[in-house]
């Protein structure tokens, strides 16, 4: 029977030799260690490790970090290692991360149900063994560089992030700013699988922090039904609602076209949500124009009860 315990400074070895077994979704849990060891101040990066030992090996570890997250990689005992991690803590949870399965079995562990998160949602993550990876053969041959940018790139690197704005956003970003004056502020919503957005404000592109800004589908809304939020995503994109029906988007049509009251109220229901985000938008730029394009737009109703 392996033992339960929380990890110490000194234990780093152990942990890593057990991660990197696991690399792939391993990444925050390996990046940290490696930032900080196994202190636990509060301090930044830093988390409560509890792990499974059995023959001097850990098999399952569990983290509750300084932000709140609890991280996993156990494939076994998973109840024992969250339920030690959590033991005495007094930081709350903000979310959980891991192997989907694992953080499903959590949630379940602790009595949390998928209504409480506002994001609750599988990634699927490609990896690829440094040995597999091939070196272009244009950098190979050096006539391609691949260097940092230099300060008298920027207006160069600037008009390409435009016009990936507008390639990934449609023809419609491209009319909005070009067709308005210098100084307008304006928003295009892109309504599809997903829900984004690409915001003019200004007279300038709308970038964010780190260069990037708009997920629109990430905000939480309040749903039609009940007192709980969700995502904007998870309530009014077309992906949501052939989820709620339980069909694809070929027999969605098919509902549509026979009039079918429940399929129409499912998308009256997330044209509605749409309309909370669009107001969101208003509210907070007050825009003199709001583009909306993609493919949900198309179902009968929903563009109606969005507006």
Same mark, same amino acid.
């Given at each position: 029977?392996?033992?339960?315990?929380?990890?110490q400074?000194?234990d780093?070895?152990?942990?890593?030799a057990?991660l990197?077994?696991?690399a792939?979704?391993s990444?925050f849990?390996?990046?940290?260690?490696?930032a900080?060891?196994?202190e636990?101040q509060g301090?930044?990066f830093?988390?409560?490790?509890?792990?499974?030992?059995a023959?001097g090996?850990?098999v399952? /570890?569990?983290?509750?970090?300084?932000?709140?997250m609890?991280?996993?990689?156990a494939?076994?005992?998973l109840?024992?290692?969250v339920?030690?991690?959590?033991?005495l803590?007094?930081?709350?949870?903000?979310g959980?991360s891991?192997?989907?399965n694992?953080?499903?079995?959590?949630?379940?562990?602790?009595?949390?149900e998928?209504?409480?998160f506002?994001?609750?949602?599988?990634e699927?993550?490609f990896?690829?063994?440094?040995c597999?990876?091939?070196?272009p053969?244009?950098?190979v041959?050096?006539?391609v560089?691949c260097r940092l940018?230099?300060?008298?790139?920027l207006?160069?690197?600037?008009?390409?992030?435009?016009?990936?704005?507008?390639?990934?956003?449609?023809?419609?970003?491209?009319e909005?700013?070009?067709?308005?004056?210098?100084n307008?502020?304006?928003?295009?919503?892109m309504?599809?699988?997903?829900?984004?957005a690409?915001?003019?404000?200004?007279?300038q592109v709308?970038?964010?922090?780190?260069g990037?800004?708009?997920?629109?589908?990430?905000?939480?809304?309040?749903?039609? /039904?009940?007192?709980?939020?969700?995502?904007?995503?998870?309530?009014?994109?077309?992906?949501a609602? /052939?989820?709620?029906?339980g069909?694809d988007?070929?027999q969605?049509s098919?509902l549509?076209?026979?009039?079918?009251?429940h399929?129409?109220e499912?998308?009256?229901?997330?044209g509605?949500?749409?309309g909370?985000?669009?107001?969101?938008?208003?509210?907070i730029?007050n825009?003199?124009?709001?583009?909306?394009?993609?493919?949900?737009?198309?179902?009968?109703?929903?563009?109606?009860a969005?507006l």
């Open positions: 029977m392996p033992k339960i315990r929380l990890l400074p000194g780093e070895h152990i942990l890593e057990f990197v077994k696991h792939a979704s990444m849990l390996r990046s940290n260690l490696r900080v060891g196994l636990n301090n930044t830093q988390g409560k490790y509890a792990a499974a030992i023959d090996q850990i399952a /570890v569990a983290t509750h970090y300084w932000n709140g609890i991280i996993l990689q494939p076994t005992h109840e024992s290692v339920t030690n991690c959590l033991e803590e007094k930081r709350d949870i903000f959980i891991g192997p989907a694992q953080v499903e079995n959590t949630c379940k562990i602790l009595g949390f998928e209504k409480q506002r994001v609750a949602e599988r699927i993550l990896a690829l063994e440094l597999n990876l091939r070196v053969i244009a950098l041959t050096g006539n560089e940018p230099i300060p008298s790139e207006e160069l690197l600037v008009e390409w992030s435009v016009a990936y704005q507008v390639e990934t956003l449609g023809q419609a970003l491209f909005a700013i070009h067709g308005l004056e210098a307008a502020t304006a928003s295009v919503i309504v599809g699988t997903g829900i984004g690409a915001f003019y404000v200004n007279g709308l970038r964010g922090t780190s990037w800004a708009g997920e629109l589908g990430s905000i939480p809304i309040s749903s039609v /039904v009940g007192n709980s939020s969700q995502t904007l995503d998870r309530l009014a994109s077309g992906a609602i /052939v989820k709620k029906l069909v988007g070929e969605l098919a549509v076209d026979r009039g079918d009251s399929t129409l499912a998308i009256r229901e997330a509605y949500s749409l909370l985000g669009i107001a969101t938008v208003i509210n730029f825009p003199s124009l709001i583009v909306l394009a993609g493919g949900t737009l198309r179902w009968s109703g929903y563009l109606e969005a």
